[in-house]
């Protein structure tokens, strides 16, 4: 199982990597972070929070920019290539083509967060600010987002267009920065329990959202990593079960 996984996972990163797109991305960090190093001095005294707030929204923006411009149509390109009926008929459940895929897509994230990173990190020395150990711990935030987003856009990539895929993927990435505002109003608002479900169904990005202590150099208690990584890990495992499950009842003959 895990060899025909790691295969699919393998030809899925090869094939996004050799996209432009990816390459325009890397090329787009490269001068966010170069126009923040310029901008600086619009903001005296504060000029290396400006550099490291701008350089860690720009890997979470462009890392969910990729997945709306590749995760959403993994499925449907290897429909329009009819590539799908052979390795359909191979030892290949649809779980594992899914979970591959979903693999392929979160090593191309990986690189390119790495990536970007080391851009991150290159600003910094050439400003002569310094890199600190607290980025990575914003780092690691977006990379468990990117998890449970890529996982999302799988889904959606297996009954929809990749227009369509790419639109909701978008609204949940959305609604999941804004659900945990959109609970606590409602609640303080005396509740209401059609809008409480609402915001309980959307991804909870906001449990990854750690930009803010490492630009201000407050502490994360270790408990949030820990309901982090098992939150997206869950949430991971149901999309792509889900999404197997509607992929299983569709007829590509």
């Given amino acids: 199982m895990l060899e025909r996984v790691g295969t699919v996972a393998r030809w899925t990163l090869i094939e996004l990597l050799r996209e432009r797109v990816l390459y325009v991305v890397l090329l787009f960090t490269a001068v966010l972070v170069g126009s923040s190093t310029v901008l ?21 923006t462009l890392g969910i920019l990729v997945i709306l411009l590749s995760g959403t ?41 790495v990536a970007m990173t080391a851009i991150l990190a290159l600003g910094l020395e050439v400003c002569g600010f310094g890199w600190h150990a607290r980025y990575f711990t914003a780092i690691l935030g977006s990379a468990l987002s990117m998890l449970v987003m890529a996982s999302i856009a799988v889904l959606f990539s297996t009954f929809t267009s990749p227009t369509l895929g790419s639109i909701f993927t978008l609204a949940l990435f959305v609604g999941g920065n804004l659900s945990t505002g959109m609970l606590r109003a409602v ?23 750690l930009r803010g202590a490492a630009v201000h150099g407050t502490g ?3 408990d949030q990593f820990v309901v982090a990584g098992c939150y997206a890990a869950l949430y991971v495992m149901t999309a792509l079960v889900l999404a197997a499950h509607i992929f299983r009842r569709r007829d590509f003959r």
């Fill in 187 to 209: 609640q303080a608002a005396g509740g209401n329990r059609l809008l409480e479900w609402i915001s309980l169904g959307l991804p909870s990005l906001g449990l990854f959202n």
């Fill in 220 to 222: 994360v208690p270790r």
């Fill in 73 to 113: 149509s993994l499925v449907r390109r290897e429909m329009d290539r009819r590539s799908l009926d052979v390795l359909l008929t191979k030892p290949l459940t649809r779980l594992e083509y899914l979970a591959g895929k979903w693999l392929g897509l979160v090593g191309t994230l990986g690189v390119l967060t």
């Fill in 40 to 60: 600086t001095p619009l903001a005296p005294g504060a000029q290396k929070k400006v550099v490291v707030d701008l350089g860690l929204a720009a890997i979470d």
